[in-house]
């Protein structure tokens, strides 16, 4: 999120936010800008959850909260988990409709 304060929101159509589930509990608490206002927000590698002591339900409420109604996906891209979900909000959102199924 540091790097994000130097991000105008304006350069880009859409924004993604993609945040590491090990990078700890207290990451959606912390309400940087890039986690409030992207458009998606990514919480990406929910299955270390329990290596890296972080409360997946916990956190998945915090973000609920700190997001106010806009989209986040709890995910395992590697595992693609949530991954056609991510793609088709981020079609909608950007006004698309898929030639071909997602995945």
Do not use: W
């Amino acid at each position: 999120d540091n790097l994000s304060a130097t991000f105008s929101p304006e350069l880009a159509d859409i924004t993604i936010y993609v945040i590491d589930i090990a990078m700890g509990q207290d990451i959606p608490r912390k309400r940087g800008p890039a986690l409030m206002k992207s458009d998606i927000l990514v919480i990406n590698k929910s299955d270390l959850a329990p290596y890296v002591g972080v409360d997946l339900e916990l956190a998945e409420q915090d973000a609920e909260y700190m997001r106010a109604g806009r989209p986040f996906f709890i995910t395992q891209a590697r595992n693609n988990i949530n991954v056609s979900e991510i793609c088709s909000k981020l079609l909608h959102i950007a006004g698309l409709t898929p030639k071909e199924p997602i995945f």
